[in-house]
């Protein structure tokens, strides 16, 4: 690999860390071609990629960028899962594989450029998804103006019926 060539992965890996919001770096020494393919799709399922690259071109790629934190991770054989979208997914994708793969395991991670250690890679794992989160959300906003009308109902419902028996009593006693 000439230097144009190293420039030119440097620039994309930077391009695609800086536009992700999770960065999570892990062993894979000794795992088959299968398996990482198998990762890898799970992970772009989940909005994350996977790379494996020369851990010096990591180094120089993510220094100065928003995942600066882990850049003194890279040794040994290591990749990087870039999490775009929603980071619980891409977690919670990462640990399932972890669980399956005895060769696979978390090294470190940043989230919005916060270190991250394997133990808090995995608690994020567990969190609900986005949408489950959004749903709550929705669920609880909606209880309040539910249950204001309920209350109102009954109130008009409780005079309605004593307007009801007052009627009832005139009539018997005319």
Known sequence: MDRSQKAAVIEAIKARAESASFAVLTDFKGMTVEELTSLRDSLRKA??????????????AFTGGPHDVVKDKFH????????????????????????????FSLRAASLEGKEMTPAQVEALATLPSKEQLLGQVLGTMNAVPTNFV???ANIIRGMLY?????????????
């Open 47 to 60: 909005g994350g990629e996977y790379y494996v690259v020369k851990n010096t071109l990591a180094r120089i």
């Open 76 to 103: 040994e054989n290591c990749a990087i899962a870039l999490g775009f979208d929603d980071p619980v997914a891409v977690a919670k994708a990462l640990s399932d594989f972890a669980k399956k793969s005895k060769l």
């Open 150 to 152: 309920s209350l109102f």
């Open 162 to 174: 004593a307007l009801k028996a007052i009627e009832e009593q005139k009539a018997k006693a005319a």
